[in-house]
T-cell receptor
Framework: DARVTQTPRHKVTEMGQEVTMRCQPI?????VFWYRQTMMQGLELLAY????????DSGMPKDRFSAEMPDATLATLKIQPSEPRDSAVYFC????????????FGPGTRLTVL | AQSVTQLDSQVPVFEEAPVELRCNYS??????LFWYVQYPNQGLQLLLK??????LVKGINGFEAEFNKSQTSFHLRKPSVHISDTAEYFC??????????????FGSGTQLTVLP
């Protein structure tokens, strides 16, 4: 049963620290999405990649957030420096790259910045 | 740009009763429509999607949704709910486009709580 995996599942850190979240998309999927979920804002798209190239990262605060795909099996989302307002659940999703396709979500990384 | 409105943030319902979760959207172009479910402490999972054809779409776990283009709605229904249906439900749209994948625009979610 193919699944999107995310690590870590939980992260507690102090303000100013660097945070790196990792995602392994489903094998064969060529599109990866990063979402952030908060009570106030709901689900927001931060960035997405197709064939490892960033297509849209307009939802991401550029000064502190960065997203990369070093290879087809790994996507990373980095926050440096982290701030308390970054506390949220971060989801990665992958898909086959067509608008009709289902996006398959990972279990999320719950980030708490103190 | 697209927007999605889920009219009810919380819907409590007794077990075995029917339920309808409402979703309206706004878009200047045609869209595909989706319903996702999120169980506690889990990621989102697709319930069903409307791409074209019959406006009544059947999904997993006995859910169905009806696309109404004139009312720009895509309400989710189940004739008899179970305790295990307790979860948050998200309506989402993406513009119809040939070519690259498009991001989903999500509604704010409806928390369905099934009471014994």
């Amino acid at each position: 049963d193919a699944r999107v995996t995310q690590t870590p599942r939980h992260k507690v850190t102090e303000m100013g620290q660097e945070v790196t979240m990792r995602c392994q998309p489903i094998l064969g999927h060529n599109t990866v999405f990063w979402y952030r979920q908060t009570m106030m804002q709901g689900l927001e798209l931060l960035a997405y990649f197709r064939n490892r190239a960033p297509l849209d990262d307009s939802g991401m605060p550029k000064d502190r957030f960065s997203a990369e795909m070093p290879d087809a099996t790994l996507a990373t989302l980095k926050i440096q420096p982290s701030e308390p307002r970054d506390s949220a659940v971060y989801f990665c999703a992958s898909g086959l790259g067509r608008g009709t396709d289902t996006q398959y979500f990972g279990p999320g990384t719950r980030l708490t910045v103190l | 740009a697209q927007s999605v409105t889920q009219l009810d943030s919380q819907v409590p319902v007794f077990e075995e009763a029917p339920v309808e979760l409402r979703c309206n959207y706004s878009s200047s172009v045609s869209v595909y429509l989706f319903w996702y479910v999120q169980y506690p402490n889990q990621g989102l999972q697709l319930l069903l999607k409307y791409l074209s054809g019959s406006t009544l779409v059947k999904g997993i776990n006995g859910f169905e949704a009806e696309f109404n283009k004139s009312q720009t709605s895509f309400h989710l229904r189940k004739p008899s709910v179970h305790i295990s249906d307790t979860a948050e439900y998200f309506c989402a749209v993406t513009p119809i486009s040939s070519g690259s994948a498009r991001q989903l625009t999500f509604g704010s979610g409806t928390q369905l709580t099934v009471l014994p």
